[in-house]
């Protein structure tokens, strides 16, 4: 495929459109936004589940598979011998048309081939535990056809992990049910489970079905010649054990020119213990007039909120009504922050795409993507404090439950389980604690919210400690022992100790591997005796602390600011003493007390994780640090795409380091383009007053901005994990898509910091910093229910520094405007 591009945006739709099906990867979307999720493809390949990507997975899909992106919700058609998807996968039958629309929550696939078009509409109502298919099939043709629909979706047995691998049980427990057009999983029902799955039409009869894969594909097929979608037939086969599936069967008939709504509805249902089952259906099973695999009275599933949801779900006007209200929220949602410039590419990420990626992130934390599994990891405490503040201001009262959840999972003493599970919000024992900057992400998620809302009342809710009932004590103490853990663990430089890693993962100064069968997360940590200090945490530590402190000042506790502030301020000294090399900030030291991340070193000389949080924090600004920390990561850390993590990379495994030093050279945390951290450098920018330089590494790494869709392979429309570095075989290549700090950490950053509105607590501070090119723009701005009009002028292409600012007409000191209630035109000159 020599074409470059593969889609474009179509932003007055909010939409990507993908025109070319064979991407460079699966470019995927993300459905439903609170209970029930959906991973959709551009070929309708991907998975649901129920709000836990591994307890709750609902149909199945197969990772890394051959070909690429197997599995998913397919609707085969055979039109008189020829079979074909609109989705272009499975079969791959050339299509006539190919159209994938990627929007807020809804996918649309349409293809077309020989005079009939099918166009499938994906997506989960609000406050609904269901996917809706709309499948709209169109005679475009002169004469009347008669074509043979089939749907197909697999039951994953509910467990994604289990369901990979203890096949000496799965291909015994499966179990289905079939009534009318709903085929009805309900695998352990009978016995600890109280939730079962459907997958249904709800506005049509259906002409035959099949739930057992076997009978329906074949044992040597493929989802790419399935033998009853070949041979035109179902097999109205009943699975019992071995691998259930739902797959309906229509027999089409379209006049010239007629076109036809199918819904599909593939739902989720948990019942209480008491009302597991119904009396109805074992009085169905005694006259035969239920098709069940099941044998005992006992497992008979109560249907009773199946069937009340495809009720609601039976027409076409409902199902529209619903997706209305779906764009609905969402253009509230994206209401709140609405930029208007000359720069198109600013205006989409700004307004559409980059709000949308906080979303997506805040729901799903690192759990379920292309390169997630959905097995591996829940909630990270750090990612999801990070993920939280792109989010805020969209709906801020799941973000104040997010807090609350995530200080839930501290331990008393400051130190916090590394991830908890969404489903049962308990800590992950897997993993653990022991990454010493998890602390300070509490006082960063938990101030932002704050200033969102202005809502105090949170500091004084009860939260336990790990889950425990009874060890309650106000969100505020949590914020204090979070403050105290990284002062109360300080090594020989007054700097604080990393324990397992910091911000960095793969840093692992304490573990010393040797042993591949272990992960270098979860080794034994060999913390005692060692003298291991983060750099990165100490930058951290101060932009976290001088929040803490202003929020204790906010609260009237000023005894605790001061105490506070003296602690910041003896760090600050630290860094400046035993953290600085001479050009720019050291990384770290290690287990025996050697410097990472210096001139002296060999490999690793400079790193950027502490020369963001160093200059975000403006330690030693006075002293020029700030200026020669950026010119060095510009000289040694910046290329074409962005800037590397180090450099130079790591050639060899150094076992006092660990993972980083695991990846060959130009990926990862070993010299990738960890996007994650650029924005921090560009904060540390806008600090030192340097629009020009902020803004171009700002387009470095928003997708926007690309200009190879292909060599960057990955979704365009999102930012990835990683980009591969100056090293790598591919510099530019990107890997780990959508779900990635870089969508929270650009967000602030352009909304923030470059835009420069800020919430603060007593309203709207404006602080740009610009590209000496941009001379307008403005900014619609939604905060506490006070709407701002704020346009910005900047006449003479200045860089920072705000000049005049009127509000309604009237000059204002300063550059914070007092929140008041109304609405507001603000006018700012540069
Ligand atoms: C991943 C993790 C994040 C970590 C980063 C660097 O993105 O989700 O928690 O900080 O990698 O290792
Ligand atoms: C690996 C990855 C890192 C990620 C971590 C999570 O170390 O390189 O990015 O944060 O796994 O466990």
Known sequence: MENKNFGYFDDK?????????????????????????GLISNTAGGYDFYKDAKFRRITRYRYNGVPMDNGGRYFYINDNGTVWNPGWKPCKTPLDFYECRHGMNYTRITGSKNGIEASVLFFVPLKTWAEIQKVTLKNTTSEKK??????????????????????QRNWSTGEVEIDGATIYHKTEYKERRNHYAYYTVTNAKIDGYDTDRESFIGLYNEFADPQCVMAGKPSNSLAHGWSPIASHYIEVELAPGESKDYIFMLGYVENAQEEKFSAEDIERKKNGTLISSQDSDVTLVNKAKAKALIEKFSTVEAVDAAFAELAQMWDALLDKYVVKSDDERLNRMVNIWSQYQCMITFNFSRSASFFESGVGRGMGFRDSNQDLVGFVHQIPSRARERIIDIASTQFPDGGCYHQYQPLTKHGNNDIGGGFNDDPC???????????ETGDFSILQEPVPFDNEPGTEVTLMEHLRISFNHVVENLGPHMLPLIGRADWNDCLNLNCFSWDPNESFQTTENNSE??????????????????????????????????????C?????????????????????????????G???????KIFIESQGFCTMAGIGLEEGMVDKAIDSCKKYLDCEH??????????????????????????KENAGIFCHNNPWVIIGETVAGRGNDAWELFRKISPMYLKDQALHK?????????????????????????????????????????????????????????DSEIKEYSVKRILRGTEYDITVKNPNGNQKGVKSITVDGVAIEGNIIKATPGKHVVEVVM
């Open 13 to 37: 739709n909010r939409e990507f459109v993908i025109t070319n099906p064979a991407t460079p990867f699966p470019w995927i979307n993300y459905l439903g936004n609170e209970d029930f999720f």
């Open 146 to 167: 008669t074509i043979k629909l089939f749907s197909f979706a697999e039951w994953c047995l509910w467990n994604a992990a289990t369901d990979m691998e203890n096949f």
């Open 441 to 451: 992400w509490l006082i960063f998620g938990t101030v932002a919210y704050i200033k």
């Open 529 to 566: 005796g060692s003298k291991a200090e983060s750099l990165m945490i100490a930058g951290l530590f101060v932009v976290t602390g001088k929040d803490y402190v202003e929020l204790c000042k906010q609260i009237g506790d000023n005894a605790e600011a001061d105490r506070a502030q003296k």
């Open 568 to 596: 910041i301020d003896s760090m600050v000294e630290a860094v400046k003493k035993h953290g600085w090399d001479g050009e720019w900030y050291l990384r770290a030291y290690d287990f025996y007390g050697n410097k990472i």
């Open 598 to 604: 210096s001139n002296e070193c060999e490999e690793g």
């Open 642 to 667: 962005g800037m590397v993590l180090n450099n130079p990379a790591y050639t060899t495994y150094h076992v006092e380091m660990g993972e980083i030093s695991s990846y060959p050279a130009g990926y």
């Open 714 to 770: 990955v979704e365009p429309y999102v930012n990835c994990q990683m980009v591969a570095g100056k090293d790598a075989a591919k510099p530019g290549e990107g890997k780990n898509s959508w779900l990635t700090g870089t969508a929270a950490w650009m967000w602030l950053t352009v909304s923030q910091y470059l835009l420069g509105i800020k919430p603060t607590y007593d309203g709207i501070m404006i602080d740009p910093c610009l």
